[in-house]
């Protein structure tokens, strides 16, 4: 599954976990173990939900817990003993507060919805552990929607006009080894958020693509094959606005320590969050970047004499973009037969593009800069 598309599943797997745990408090209206123990036995087992306290005011429907928990003994069990013998997604959730105002306890009670002003969620930490033996880190969509069914399972509406997530962290790894991507201060807005009676998961979808509003400090994003690294600093993503501000790109080999990319300042307008969300691809009007520095390999052709410019990270590799500004911006040329050798370096260049809309790929995207007049 695409990065975007996990993201959005995580925040799907946060907002019902929240409201599971004041169903079940509303509804049961017994101390804390019995609502415990209630929820393991509708999670078939798997998994349980545990909050250290919790205040009620039923009059004006507000609620606060603390401390809660996510988790599964038995996956977590089976990880601990590297039994590999079948794959599954393990999901690790701690919240370190939960607010729901100006809820509407009749619907709980006798129609079993829910129905809040608003619903905060405090500095959650989410683990997405994939175990057994798989060919690609991913988050499948089976995985994301059996949880997401058993969560929702006993409600027929959640509706919610104000939807906030506030400083969360987010790892994704394979089995017990570190995390290949990690996502740092996660503040999400979201207005107006329903699920109806189908609980079509589409339709959930649909809120992430056109009215959702993040804010991410950073993302750091390892790819074990080629031990690199990808570092995004200070994003911001606005749907309704429809476009994404990324204040530091940066791009890493971890082999010899070289910075291949840098660049601050950078903005996406125009963007189609469709694509971007479903099928994590960018496709905008514009980018428009400060500048920095870009690293650029030259390959010779066994059956020509003429040479091929590359860009050596995948940043352009699922691009659609109209119109691009590059600011003042280092360059330097490697050698790709002999790539310790000392690189020829272009400083205070400029690039311009415009009118590309005939560009499709990315391989088409990166010969058009690699192959364009620089600006001195």
Request: glycine share 4%; aromatic share 8%; hydrophobic share 40%.
């Amino acid at each position: 599954m695409k990065k975007s598309v996990k993201i959005t599943l995580v925040v799907l797997v946060l907002l019902l976990t929240a409201a599971f745990v004041y169903w079940q408090f509303i509804k049961k209206g017994v101390i804390k173990d019995a609502v415990e123990n209630a929820v393991a036995k509708q999670t078939d087992s798997l998994y349980y939900i545990k909050y250290e306290s919790s205040s009620i005011d039923e009059v004006n429907g507000n609620a606060t817990f603390n401390k809660i928990v996510l988790q599964s003994d038995s996956l977590q069990e089976k990880l601990l003993t590297n039994d590999t013998s079948v794959s599954a997604t393990i999901f690790n959730v701690r919240i370190e507060q939960l607010k729901i105002t100006g809820a509407n306890i009749p619907s709980f009670l006798q129609k079993n919805t829910v129905e809040a002003n608003s619903i905060e969620i405090f500095r959650p930490v989410i683990t997405i552990i994939k175990t057994g033996k798989i060919d690609s880190l991913t988050l499948s969509a089976e995985d994301s929607l059996a949880l997401y069914d058993r969560i929702t399972g006993k409600f027929k509406s959640i509706n919610a006009k104000e939807i906030k997530i506030i400083d969360a962290t987010i790892s994704f790894t394979h089995s017990k080894k570190s995390p290949h991507t990690s996502l740092q201060g996660v503040n999400v807005s979201l207005k107006n958020f329903r699920i109806d009676s189908t609980r079509n998961y589409d339709n959930i979808i649909s809120y992430f693509v056109k009215d959702i509003v993040a804010t991410v400090k950073s993302v750091n994003v390892k790819d074990e094959k080629t031990n690199k690294v990808f570092i995004f600093e200070d994003i911001e993503y606005n749907a309704p606005g429809r476009f994404i501000n990324i204040g530091q790109i940066l791009q890493k080999n971890n082999s010899n320590d070289r910075v291949m990319l840098s660049l601050a300042g950078n903005s996406v307008r125009g963007i189609s969050t469709s694509d971007f969300i479903l099928n994590s691809k960018l496709k905008a009007d514009s980018l428009v970047s400060n500048g920095g520095s870009i690293s650029i390999f030259r390959s010779k052709k066994s059956s020509a004499s003429s040479e091929d410019i590359e860009i050596d990270n995948d940043f352009f590799d699922k691009a659609l973009i109209k119109n691009i500004r590059l600011g003042n911006t280092t360059l330097s040329l490697f050698n790709k037969a002999k790539p310790e050798e000392a690189p020829l370096v272009l400083k205070n260049l400029t690039f311009i593009a415009s009118g590309i809309d005939n560009i499709y790929d990315g391989t088409n995207l990166k010969k058009l800069i690699g192959n364009s007049r620089w600006k001195l």
